[in-house]
Nanobody, 125 residues
Framework: QVQLVESGGGLVQAGGSLRLSCAASGRTFSNYAMGWFRQAPGKEREFVSVISWSGSVTYYVDSVKGRFTISRDNAKNTVYLQMNSLKPEDTAVYYC??????????????????WGQGTQVTVSS
């Protein structure tokens, strides 16, 4: 059974930084694409950043480019999201997800089959 456990969320002032981690278990982590998504109150879940099985391919939503960095450590079965220069509009629950069969990242929420429980990120102005 695939399990994803996020950590690292919290309350931070605008301009601050947080590093999210997502620890995976239950299958061979290094074979599959991983992604970070977020959902703000009253809004749909949206793509933030995704990474291929090897880490060589990454994508970011325009609003976080230059501020967020996704990475993965396949030896530790963990994917990270380094978030710098945080803004109040980054406030949301952040979810880690992985695809069932593909090592190539997709930007679509519907293409991800396994999800973590989420971690709250709150950025105060």
């Amino acid at each position: 059974q695939v399990q994803l456990v996020e950590s690292g969320g919290g309350l931070v002032q605008a301009g601050g930084s947080l590093r999210l981690s997502c620890a995976a278990s239950g299958r061979t982590f290094s074979n599959y694409a991983m992604g970070w998504f977020r959902q703000a109150p009253g809004k749909e879940r949206e793509f933030v950043s995704v990474i291929s099985w090897s880490g060589s391919v990454t994508y970011y939503v325009d609003s976080v480019k230059g501020r967020f960095t996704i990475s993965r450590d396949n030896a530790k079965n963990t994917v990270y999201l380094q978030m710098n220069s945080l803004k109040p509009e980054d406030t949301a629950v952040y979810y880690c997800a992985t695809r069932r069969r593909s090592g190539y990242p997709s930007l679509a929420v519907r293409d991800y089959d396994y999800w973590g429980q989420g971690t709250q990120v709150t950025v105060s102005s």
